[in-house]
Protein backbone atom coordinates (compact mmCIF):
# COMPACT_ATOMS: atom_id res chain seq x y z
CA UNK A 1 0.00 0.00 0.00
CA UNK A 2 1.49 2.99 -1.15
CA UNK A 3 1.72 5.75 2.45
CA UNK A 4 0.64 9.40 2.83
CA UNK A 5 3.34 10.80 1.13
CA UNK A 6 3.08 8.76 -1.96
CA UNK A 7 2.88 10.45 -5.10
CA UNK A 8 0.03 11.00 -7.42
CA UNK A 9 1.77 9.41 -10.44
CA UNK A 10 -0.63 12.21 -13.04
CA UNK A 11 1.07 14.98 -11.07
CA UNK A 12 4.12 14.20 -13.08
CA UNK A 13 4.72 15.09 -16.74
CA UNK A 14 7.55 12.90 -19.04
CA UNK A 15 10.85 14.65 -17.28
CA UNK A 16 9.29 14.01 -14.03
CA UNK A 17 8.46 10.25 -14.91
CA UNK A 18 11.89 9.56 -15.91
CA UNK A 19 13.54 11.01 -13.07
CA UNK A 20 11.40 8.95 -10.87
CA UNK A 21 12.50 5.76 -12.87
CA UNK A 22 16.05 6.65 -12.65
CA UNK A 23 15.78 7.10 -8.76
CA UNK A 24 14.58 3.25 -8.92
CA UNK A 25 17.76 2.75 -10.84
CA UNK A 26 15.73 2.11 -14.27
CA UNK A 27 17.08 2.44 -17.76
CA UNK A 28 15.76 5.56 -19.34
CA UNK A 29 13.44 3.08 -21.99
CA UNK A 30 10.91 2.46 -18.95
CA UNK A 31 9.41 6.25 -19.30
CA UNK A 32 8.01 5.04 -22.31
CA UNK A 33 6.64 2.24 -21.33
CA UNK A 34 5.48 3.86 -18.26
CA UNK A 35 3.69 6.58 -20.09
CA UNK A 36 2.03 4.09 -22.97
CA UNK A 37 0.79 1.91 -19.44
CA UNK A 38 -0.86 4.92 -18.24
CA UNK A 39 -2.22 7.54 -21.04
CA UNK A 40 -2.47 5.19 -23.88
CA UNK A 41 -3.44 1.39 -22.44
CA UNK A 42 -5.31 3.16 -18.74
CA UNK A 43 -3.22 0.33 -16.92
CA UNK A 44 -5.71 0.67 -14.08
CA UNK A 45 -2.93 0.07 -11.58
CA UNK A 46 0.55 -0.90 -11.32
CA UNK A 47 0.14 -4.53 -11.36
CA UNK A 48 -1.09 -4.61 -14.78
CA UNK A 49 1.46 -3.36 -16.55
CA UNK A 50 2.96 -6.87 -17.05
CA UNK A 51 6.01 -6.04 -18.97
CA UNK A 52 7.79 -4.07 -16.00
CA UNK A 53 9.61 -5.73 -13.80
CA UNK A 54 8.04 -7.46 -10.48
CA UNK A 55 10.29 -5.34 -8.67
CA UNK A 56 9.34 -2.28 -10.10
CA UNK A 57 5.71 -2.86 -10.13
CA UNK A 58 6.24 -3.00 -6.67
CA UNK A 59 7.77 -0.13 -5.99
CA UNK A 60 5.96 2.15 -8.17
CA UNK A 61 2.61 0.55 -6.24
CA UNK A 62 4.19 1.38 -3.11
CA UNK A 63 5.77 5.36 -3.82
CA UNK A 64 3.18 6.32 -6.18
CA UNK A 65 -0.27 6.53 -6.26
CA UNK A 66 -2.81 5.50 -9.26
CA UNK A 67 -6.45 6.62 -9.89
CA UNK A 68 -7.88 7.22 -12.73
CA UNK A 69 -10.98 9.98 -12.77
CA UNK A 70 -14.34 8.70 -12.38
CA UNK A 71 -17.20 9.79 -14.80
CA UNK A 72 -19.69 11.82 -12.97
CA UNK A 73 -21.80 12.28 -15.77
CA UNK A 74 -22.26 11.78 -19.55
CA UNK A 75 -24.49 13.93 -21.89
CA UNK A 76 -25.64 13.58 -25.45
CA UNK A 77 -26.08 16.02 -27.79
CA UNK A 78 -28.30 15.53 -30.59
CA UNK A 79 -25.54 16.59 -33.10
CA UNK A 80 -22.98 13.53 -31.48
CA UNK A 81 -21.15 16.06 -29.15
CA UNK A 82 -20.55 14.62 -25.60
CA UNK A 83 -20.04 16.46 -22.59
CA UNK A 84 -18.58 14.49 -19.86
CA UNK A 85 -17.82 15.29 -15.95
CA UNK A 86 -14.73 13.77 -14.23
CA UNK A 87 -14.35 13.76 -10.28
CA UNK A 88 -10.77 13.27 -9.78
CA UNK A 89 -8.78 11.29 -6.06
CA UNK A 90 -9.65 14.12 -4.30
CA UNK A 91 -13.24 14.91 -5.13
CA UNK A 92 -12.65 17.63 -7.59
CA UNK A 93 -14.85 18.20 -10.89
CA UNK A 94 -13.76 19.07 -14.33
CA UNK A 95 -15.37 18.91 -17.58
CA UNK A 96 -14.51 17.60 -21.21
CA UNK A 97 -16.33 17.75 -24.27
CA UNK A 98 -15.97 15.08 -27.20
CA UNK A 99 -16.79 16.45 -30.89
CA UNK A 100 -16.85 14.15 -33.63
CA UNK A 101 -16.66 14.77 -37.25
CA UNK A 102 -16.47 12.52 -40.25
CA UNK A 103 -13.49 10.02 -38.81
CA UNK A 104 -11.93 12.59 -36.90
CA UNK A 105 -12.82 13.25 -32.64
CA UNK A 106 -11.41 16.36 -30.88
CA UNK A 107 -11.19 16.37 -27.35
CA UNK A 108 -11.60 19.74 -25.02
CA UNK A 109 -10.01 19.12 -21.98
CA UNK A 110 -10.22 21.23 -18.92
CA UNK A 111 -6.62 22.72 -17.38
CA UNK A 112 -7.72 23.84 -14.25
CA UNK A 113 -11.10 23.24 -12.21
CA UNK A 114 -12.75 26.40 -12.17
CA UNK A 115 -10.92 30.02 -13.70
CA UNK A 116 -9.84 33.08 -11.76
CA UNK A 117 -10.54 35.44 -14.74
CA UNK A 118 -13.99 35.92 -14.10
CA UNK A 119 -15.32 36.66 -17.96
CA UNK A 120 -18.65 37.56 -17.78
CA UNK A 121 -20.27 35.66 -20.61
CA UNK A 122 -18.34 32.49 -19.29
CA UNK A 123 -20.01 30.48 -17.20
CA UNK A 124 -16.87 28.80 -15.70
CA UNK A 125 -15.58 32.09 -15.08
CA UNK A 126 -18.68 32.74 -12.60
CA UNK A 127 -18.05 29.50 -10.93
CA UNK A 128 -14.71 30.74 -9.39
CA UNK A 129 -11.39 28.67 -8.75
CA UNK A 130 -10.72 25.17 -7.32
CA UNK A 131 -7.56 24.11 -8.30
CA UNK A 132 -5.07 23.47 -11.07
CA UNK A 133 -5.07 20.18 -12.77
CA UNK A 134 -2.00 18.18 -13.55
CA UNK A 135 -0.63 16.70 -16.78
CA UNK A 136 -1.75 13.15 -16.46
CA UNK A 137 -5.48 14.59 -15.42
CA UNK A 138 -4.82 16.39 -18.73
CA UNK A 139 -4.28 13.48 -20.65
CA UNK A 140 -6.72 10.79 -19.04
CA UNK A 141 -9.31 13.21 -19.89
CA UNK A 142 -8.07 13.25 -23.99
CA UNK A 143 -7.75 9.04 -23.39
CA UNK A 144 -11.22 8.11 -21.71
CA UNK A 145 -13.32 10.64 -24.21
CA UNK A 146 -11.47 8.74 -27.04
CA UNK A 147 -12.54 5.22 -25.36
CA UNK A 148 -15.94 6.33 -24.92
CA UNK A 149 -16.11 7.13 -28.96
CA UNK A 150 -14.11 4.15 -29.77
CA UNK A 151 -11.42 5.67 -31.60
CA UNK A 152 -8.38 7.74 -30.86
CA UNK A 153 -8.89 11.65 -30.54
CA UNK A 154 -7.06 13.40 -33.76
CA UNK A 155 -7.20 16.81 -32.24
CA UNK A 156 -7.33 18.51 -28.26
CA UNK A 157 -8.35 21.70 -27.67
CA UNK A 158 -7.50 23.37 -24.01
CA UNK A 159 -10.69 25.05 -24.16
CA UNK A 160 -12.60 23.64 -21.61
CA UNK A 161 -12.51 24.83 -18.25
CA UNK A 162 -9.60 27.27 -16.77
CA UNK A 163 -7.13 29.56 -18.40
CA UNK A 164 -3.78 27.29 -19.78
CA UNK A 165 -1.28 30.41 -18.96
CA UNK A 166 -2.11 30.42 -15.42
CA UNK A 167 -0.87 26.12 -15.08
CA UNK A 168 2.05 26.75 -17.67
CA UNK A 169 4.07 23.92 -16.75
CA UNK A 170 1.47 21.09 -15.99
CA UNK A 171 -0.67 22.37 -19.52
CA UNK A 172 2.61 21.85 -21.36
CA UNK A 173 3.54 18.44 -19.80
CA UNK A 174 0.11 17.40 -20.45
CA UNK A 175 0.58 18.74 -24.74
CA UNK A 176 3.31 16.53 -24.34
CA UNK A 177 1.63 13.40 -22.68
CA UNK A 178 -0.90 13.77 -25.83
CA UNK A 179 1.73 14.36 -28.28
CA UNK A 180 3.80 11.85 -27.43
CA UNK A 181 4.24 8.58 -29.84
CA UNK A 182 3.75 6.45 -26.35
CA UNK A 183 1.11 8.62 -24.87
CA UNK A 184 -1.79 9.98 -27.13
CA UNK A 185 -0.01 10.11 -30.68
CA UNK A 186 -1.19 13.88 -31.98
CA UNK A 187 0.36 15.74 -33.91
CA UNK A 188 2.00 19.48 -32.23
CA UNK A 189 -0.42 21.17 -34.65
CA UNK A 190 -3.27 19.45 -33.69
CA UNK A 191 -3.03 20.04 -30.09
CA UNK A 192 -4.29 23.35 -29.40
CA UNK A 193 -3.98 25.90 -26.66
CA UNK A 194 -6.65 29.09 -26.02
CA UNK A 195 -5.56 31.80 -23.62
CA UNK A 196 -7.77 34.67 -22.69
CA UNK A 197 -4.45 36.67 -23.09
CA UNK A 198 -1.49 35.92 -20.95
CA UNK A 199 1.14 37.69 -22.33
CA UNK A 200 4.11 35.76 -20.41
CA UNK A 201 2.79 32.33 -21.15
CA UNK A 202 2.19 33.79 -25.04
CA UNK A 203 6.19 34.85 -25.10
CA UNK A 204 7.41 31.26 -23.41
CA UNK A 205 5.13 29.64 -25.86
CA UNK A 206 6.91 31.17 -28.74
CA UNK A 207 10.23 29.77 -27.18
CA UNK A 208 8.98 25.73 -27.27
CA UNK A 209 10.08 23.69 -30.05
CA UNK A 210 7.05 22.27 -30.90
CA UNK A 211 4.13 23.52 -33.16
CA UNK A 212 1.23 23.91 -31.15
CA UNK A 213 -1.63 26.00 -32.27
CA UNK A 214 -2.43 29.02 -30.13
CA UNK A 215 -5.85 30.52 -30.18
CA UNK A 216 -6.36 34.26 -28.06
CA UNK A 217 -9.98 34.82 -26.76
CA UNK A 218 -9.83 38.71 -27.74
CA UNK A 219 -13.82 39.32 -27.82
CA UNK A 220 -12.87 43.17 -27.37
CA UNK A 221 -10.57 45.66 -28.87
CA UNK A 222 -11.89 48.46 -27.19
CA UNK A 223 -9.82 48.52 -23.91
CA UNK A 224 -12.91 49.61 -21.43
CA UNK A 225 -15.03 47.17 -23.16
CA UNK A 226 -12.28 44.41 -22.35
CA UNK A 227 -11.72 45.14 -18.80
CA UNK A 228 -15.08 45.04 -18.00
CA UNK A 229 -15.85 41.69 -20.34
CA UNK A 230 -12.61 39.78 -18.92
CA UNK A 231 -12.00 42.12 -15.97
CA UNK A 232 -9.08 39.09 -15.22
CA UNK A 233 -6.78 40.30 -17.82
CA UNK A 234 -6.93 44.05 -17.13
CA UNK A 235 -3.22 43.38 -16.40
CA UNK A 236 -2.08 42.55 -19.88
CA UNK A 237 -3.55 45.31 -22.01
CA UNK A 238 -4.58 45.31 -25.70
CA UNK A 239 -1.70 47.19 -27.11
CA UNK A 240 0.86 44.76 -25.40
CA UNK A 241 -0.81 42.18 -26.64
CA UNK A 242 -1.02 42.89 -29.94
CA UNK A 243 2.44 43.76 -29.87
CA UNK A 244 3.66 39.89 -28.18
CA UNK A 245 1.36 38.64 -30.92
CA UNK A 246 3.86 39.96 -34.02
CA UNK A 247 6.44 38.95 -32.63
CA UNK A 248 5.15 35.44 -31.58
CA UNK A 249 4.18 35.20 -35.36
CA UNK A 250 7.96 36.81 -36.53
CA UNK A 251 9.52 33.53 -34.25
CA UNK A 252 7.38 30.91 -34.49
CA UNK A 253 5.90 31.99 -38.48
CA UNK A 254 2.68 30.32 -36.91
CA UNK A 255 -0.61 32.08 -37.59
CA UNK A 256 -2.64 32.30 -33.99
CA UNK A 257 -6.68 32.48 -33.86
CA UNK A 258 -8.21 35.67 -32.35
CA UNK A 259 -11.22 33.83 -30.51
CA UNK A 260 -14.65 36.54 -30.78
CA UNK A 261 -17.73 35.96 -29.15
CA UNK A 262 -20.02 38.04 -30.49
CA UNK A 263 -22.76 39.64 -28.36
CA UNK A 264 -25.62 42.08 -29.40
CA UNK A 265 -24.85 45.30 -28.56
CA UNK A 266 -22.11 44.90 -26.85
CA UNK A 267 -18.68 44.11 -29.14
CA UNK A 268 -20.41 44.06 -32.31
CA UNK A 269 -21.29 47.58 -32.82
CA UNK A 270 -19.75 49.52 -35.87
CA UNK A 271 -17.11 51.14 -33.71
CA UNK A 272 -16.32 47.48 -31.92
CA UNK A 273 -16.04 46.23 -35.66
CA UNK A 274 -13.69 48.50 -36.58
CA UNK A 275 -11.10 48.43 -33.42
CA UNK A 276 -11.22 44.52 -34.08
CA UNK A 277 -10.38 45.03 -37.82
CA UNK A 278 -7.38 47.80 -36.64
CA UNK A 279 -6.51 44.83 -34.27
CA UNK A 280 -6.11 42.37 -36.76
CA UNK A 281 -5.52 43.78 -39.65
CA UNK A 282 -1.43 44.15 -40.71
CA UNK A 283 -0.50 40.86 -39.44
CA UNK A 284 -0.07 37.09 -39.54
CA UNK A 285 -3.45 36.00 -37.73
CA UNK A 286 -7.27 34.64 -38.27
CA UNK A 287 -10.58 35.59 -36.74
CA UNK A 288 -13.00 32.90 -34.90
CA UNK A 289 -16.35 34.62 -34.75
CA UNK A 290 -18.45 33.03 -32.03
CA UNK A 291 -22.23 33.71 -32.04
CA UNK A 292 -22.07 33.82 -27.94
CA UNK A 293 -23.51 30.96 -26.25
CA UNK A 294 -26.52 31.43 -23.94
CA UNK A 295 -25.36 31.47 -20.26
CA UNK A 296 -28.21 31.88 -17.57
CA UNK A 297 -27.52 35.22 -15.76
CA UNK A 298 -25.37 36.43 -18.01
CA UNK A 299 -27.99 38.64 -20.45
CA UNK A 300 -25.60 37.95 -23.03
CA UNK A 301 -28.03 37.89 -25.93
CA UNK A 302 -26.87 36.26 -29.62
CA UNK A 303 -26.56 38.67 -32.37
CA UNK A 304 -28.59 37.91 -35.42
CA UNK A 305 -27.13 35.16 -37.80
CA UNK A 306 -27.47 39.04 -40.48
CA UNK A 307 -25.22 40.66 -38.47
CA UNK A 308 -22.78 37.98 -37.63
CA UNK A 309 -22.13 37.84 -41.62
CA UNK A 310 -22.24 41.60 -41.68
CA UNK A 311 -19.21 41.67 -39.36
CA UNK A 312 -17.77 38.44 -41.21
CA UNK A 313 -18.11 40.69 -44.49
CA UNK A 314 -16.48 43.85 -43.06
CA UNK A 315 -13.64 42.17 -41.67
CA UNK A 316 -13.34 40.04 -45.09
CA UNK A 317 -13.65 43.03 -47.22
CA UNK A 318 -9.99 44.54 -44.30
CA UNK A 319 -8.19 42.00 -45.80
CA UNK A 320 -8.51 39.47 -42.32
CA UNK A 321 -9.06 36.13 -43.09
CA UNK A 322 -12.24 35.50 -41.09
CA UNK A 323 -14.41 32.25 -40.05
CA UNK A 324 -17.70 31.58 -38.03
CA UNK A 325 -17.64 29.04 -35.68
CA UNK A 326 -20.87 26.26 -36.28
CA UNK A 327 -21.35 25.60 -32.33
CA UNK A 328 -21.54 22.30 -31.61
CA UNK A 329 -23.68 20.59 -28.46
CA UNK A 330 -25.06 23.76 -27.30
CA UNK A 331 -28.38 21.78 -26.49
CA UNK A 332 -26.12 19.94 -23.66
CA UNK A 333 -24.83 23.14 -22.40
CA UNK A 334 -20.99 21.50 -23.78
CA UNK A 335 -20.53 24.44 -25.83
CA UNK A 336 -18.03 27.10 -25.48
CA UNK A 337 -18.12 29.33 -22.07
CA UNK A 338 -21.01 26.60 -20.94
CA UNK A 339 -19.10 24.42 -18.70
CA UNK A 340 -19.40 24.84 -14.90
CA UNK A 341 -18.57 23.94 -11.92
CA UNK A 342 -22.25 22.73 -10.68
CA UNK A 343 -20.74 19.17 -10.00
CA UNK A 344 -18.47 20.52 -7.28
CA UNK A 345 -19.84 19.66 -4.13
CA UNK A 346 -19.59 15.82 -4.64
CA UNK A 347 -23.38 15.49 -5.19
CA UNK A 348 -22.75 14.63 -8.79
N1 LIG B 1 -9.70 30.18 -20.67
C1 LIG B 1 -9.29 30.02 -22.01
C2 LIG B 1 -9.74 28.72 -22.61
C3 LIG B 1 -11.12 28.20 -22.32
S1 LIG B 1 -12.53 29.08 -22.88
C4 LIG B 1 -9.77 31.17 -22.82
O1 LIG B 1 -10.59 31.93 -22.36
O2 LIG B 1 -9.29 31.30 -23.94
C5 LIG B 1 -12.74 28.60 -24.59
C6 LIG B 1 -13.31 29.72 -25.46
O3 LIG B 1 -14.72 29.90 -25.23
C7 LIG B 1 -12.67 31.05 -25.20
O4 LIG B 1 -12.43 31.73 -26.41
C8 LIG B 1 -13.74 31.76 -24.41
O5 LIG B 1 -13.55 33.13 -24.39
C9 LIG B 1 -14.98 31.30 -25.12
N2 LIG B 1 -16.23 31.54 -24.41
C10 LIG B 1 -16.42 31.66 -23.09
N3 LIG B 1 -17.73 31.84 -22.84
C11 LIG B 1 -18.37 31.83 -24.02
C12 LIG B 1 -19.73 31.94 -24.41
N4 LIG B 1 -20.71 32.10 -23.51
N5 LIG B 1 -20.02 31.88 -25.73
C13 LIG B 1 -19.03 31.69 -26.65
N6 LIG B 1 -17.74 31.55 -26.33
C14 LIG B 1 -17.42 31.63 -25.04
FE1 LIG C 1 -11.63 31.62 -17.75
FE2 LIG C 1 -11.61 31.39 -20.44
FE3 LIG C 1 -13.95 31.43 -19.10
FE4 LIG C 1 -12.49 33.66 -19.25
S1 LIG C 1 -13.46 32.57 -20.97
S2 LIG C 1 -13.46 32.84 -17.38
S3 LIG C 1 -10.43 32.86 -19.17
S4 LIG C 1 -12.36 29.86 -18.96
Known sequence: MPDSTAVDIASLDTPGLAAALEALGQPAYRTRQLVAW????????????????????????????????????????????RKYAWRFADGTVVESVGIPTGDRLTVCFSTQAGCVMGCTFCATGRGGFVRNLHPGEMAWQVTLVGRDFGMRASNAVAMGQGEPFLNYEATLGGLRLMRSKDGLGIGARHLTISTSGVIPGIERLSTEPEQFTLAVSLHSAVQATRDRLMPGTRRWPLVALRDTLIDYTQRTGRRPTLEFALIAGENDTPAEVTALADFAGGWMCHVNLIPVNPVPGTGAARPTDVRVAEVAALLTRRGIETSVRVERGTDIDAACGQLTQRHRTGSG
Request: net charge negative; proline share 7%; with cysteine.
Open 38 to 81: LYARLAPDFEAMTDLPAALREALSEYCTLTHPTLVETQRSADGT
